[in-house]
């Protein structure tokens, strides 16, 4: 049931935001205050996946925000295991020697379509590709991003956790796939000189 909270994680990438005179320098995660990944199952249950492992990069013309898998917590171990094996982030309970262990989650966007802060907050709605589980999705990610060299970052996006995986039920909960599984991540980013 826990296994739909990874593929959150991926998508917390997306809120990396750079200003102008800093678009060609490289970036980098100075500080993650937080990124979660909630989810609703039944009986209303409140799934909630958390770490701090968030890193950025530049590639070409694009951001990619990468989160590692293996550090999401629910604070529940049976949980957790039973995430990261559906997220793809561990080895699975099976004899398939072919099989590569997804252990991060990607987010990429286009540093031509941020909106950069220039004295005041800016937010904002940007297009980007979300890679879970081997798989890629475009997902919307809306942010607000302020300061000047060093950038503070709050951004959200929605995902269906079957678009990445399957279905997950554990001992008669399942987290539902009509509910979408929200990312939210607050991090700051700063150019590296």
Same mark, same amino acid.
């Given at each position: 049931m826990s296994r739909h909270h990874l593929f959150a994680i991926a998508a917390t990438l997306a809120f990396t935001v750079i200003r102008p005179d800093v678009a060609d320098a490289a970036l980098s995660v100075k500080s993650v205050e937080s990124v979660s990944f909630d989810a609703v199952a039944t009986g209303g249950l409140k799934i909630t996946a958390k770490t701090s492992s968030l890193s950025a990069k530049e590639a070409g013309d694009d951001i990619r925000l990468t989160v590692d898998l293996t550090t999401l917590s629910t604070g529940i171990d049976i949980r957790d295991t039973h995430m990261k094996r559906a997220l793809g982030a561990v080895d699975k309970d099976n004899d398939d020697k072919a099989y590569e262990p997804h252990k991060t989650a990607e987010l990429r966007v286009a540093k031509a379509k941020l909106q950069f802060p220039s004295g005041a907050d800016t937010s904002g709605d940007v297009e980007g590709q979300f890679t879970l589980n081997g798989k890629t999705k475009p997902?919307?990610?809306?942010?607000? $991003?302020?300061?000047? +060299? /060093? !950038? +503070?970052? *709050?951004? +959200?996006? $929605?995902?269906?956790?079957? *678009?990445? !995986? @399957? @279905?997950? /039920?554990?001992?008669? !909960?399942?987290? /539902? /796939? #009509? #509910?979408?599984v929200t990312v939210h991540a607050k991090f700051g980013v700063k150019r590296d000189d």
């Open positions: 997902v919307t990610v809306h942010y607000t $991003a302020s300061g000047g +060299s /060093k !950038i +503070s970052v *709050d951004g +959200s996006f $929605a995902v269906t956790y079957t *678009d990445f !995986i @399957e @279905e997950q /039920k554990y001992m008669g !909960i399942r987290v /539902k /796939k #009509e #509910e979408p």
